[in-house]
């Protein structure tokens, strides 16, 4: 399968991604060492300016739009959060008009962070997925430029991140990565094949969200009725054709997670790195710890894919519990 780029177009898009993220840090955590036997080397892409990886995506996307067609009339998504303030915050340094579409009921906080960018926002859609039909819809009739959550120069964007990453850890045997629309997994597993790493890239989903994992097994696209699970950004029903395949070459297995687990792991890396984090952010090390046991010995990397969590949620875990969708 040819790669979705080479590693001279990744370079290139670092001048685009620097306007706005810094490389992020990855640390090796003692305490999660010994709670989990492993050494655990921590991706912090929550220490972005949006709090999440996503951030380093739209940027990209929309720079590349506008150097082979010029500048969009205007840029319109379909998000749960995180694409939704990297889209924000991309228009708003490239000064272009943006719009997102929501779901009923979606993160009050990540609706907030939205506006504070300088987004308007539309609630429309019981989940992502209706939202983004409206959202295609609203870019035809309006002239706007539509981003969507996966595409060639979303996923080069965000493969920064996963140079940065096996460059300063060439020798990681395992990684876990949440699965979204698929964007980062995607990019994890076309950086390491370009750099001739022989890392095994394992992506995780949660068991309220299973289409990437239905599809993975199946061979083929499998949609579900609903994705109701508090980590937002794995909340998806229609996996994308192109990132099903990359995924299916290049990863093994796709490991579910369960709310619980999850809210288990906010609560580890609240403990053991300080870091609070999204649903998405935690499953990584949810799935970490169902491997634990086969992974002595190895040197294994988590992303912590983004920090963006409602304080009601934070409580509830905090407290013990796991939020209800």
């Given at each position: 399968m040819t790669a979705l780029f080479t590693l001279e177009e990744l370079e290139s898009v670092f001048p685009i991604v620097r306007q706005l993220v810094p490389e992020t840090p990855s640390y090796p955590?003692?305490?999660l060492q010994q709670r989990f036997g492993v050494e655990i080397v921590v991706k912090h892409e929550n220490h972005t300016?949006?709090?999440?990886?996503?951030?380093?995506?739209?940027?990209?996307?929309?720079?590349?739009?506008?150097?082979?067609n010029g500048r969009?009339?205007?840029?319109i998504s379909a998000t749960r959060g995180n694409h939704g303030q990297s889209l924000a915050l991309a228009a708003r340094t490239?000064?272009?008009?943006?719009?997102?579409?929501?779901?009923?009921?979606n993160a009050e906080g990540k609706n907030r962070a939205?506006?504070?960018?300088?987004?308007?926002?539309?609630?429309?859609?019981?989940?992502?997925?209706?939202?983004r039909r409206t959202a295609e819809q609203i870019a035809r009739e309006s002239n706007y430029l539509m981003v969507p959550s996966f595409h060639?120069?979303?996923?080069?964007?965000?493969?920064?991140?996963a140079l940065e990453f096996f460059r300063k850890h060439p020798d990681l045997d395992v990684v876990y990565v949440p699965v979204g629309m698929g964007s980062g997994a995607c990019a994890l597993i076309t950086v390491r094949d370009l750099l001739g790493l022989r890392t095994e890239i394992v992506p995780v989903v949660s068991e309220n969200a299973p289409a990437y994992k239905l599809s993975h097994e199946a061979g083929k696209i499998i949609t579900t009725e609903t994705a109701k699970t508090f980590a937002d950004g794995m909340a998806c029903r229609e996996p994308v054709q192109q990132a099903l395949d990359i995924l299916r070459m290049g990863a093994e297995r796709i490991i579910t997670v369960s709310e619980d687990e999850m809210a288990e792991a906010i609560r580890n890396l609240f403990a053991d790195t300080?870091?609070?984090?999204?649903?998405?952010?935690?499953?990584?090390?949810?799935?970490?710890?169902?491997?634990?046991?086969?992974l002595k010995g190895k040197k294994a990397g988590i992303i912590l894919s983004g920090g963006n969590i409602d304080e009601s949620s934070v409580q509830t875990i905090l407290?013990?519990?796991?939020?209800i969708v």
């Open positions: 955590w003692p305490l300016p949006i709090g999440a990886f996503k951030a380093r995506s739209s940027i990209t996307f929309i720079q590349k739009h506008i150097e082979a969009p009339k205007g840029a490239l000064g272009i008009p943006v719009t997102l579409v929501v779901p009923e009921g939205m506006r504070a960018f300088g987004a308007e926002l539309i609630v429309d859609g019981r989940d992502f997925d209706i939202s060639k120069n979303i996923v080069l964007g965000v493969a920064t991140y300080h870091n609070m984090v999204e649903g998405a952010a935690a499953a990584p090390l949810a799935a970490l710890k169902r491997d634990a046991h086969r407290s013990g519990g796991t939020p």
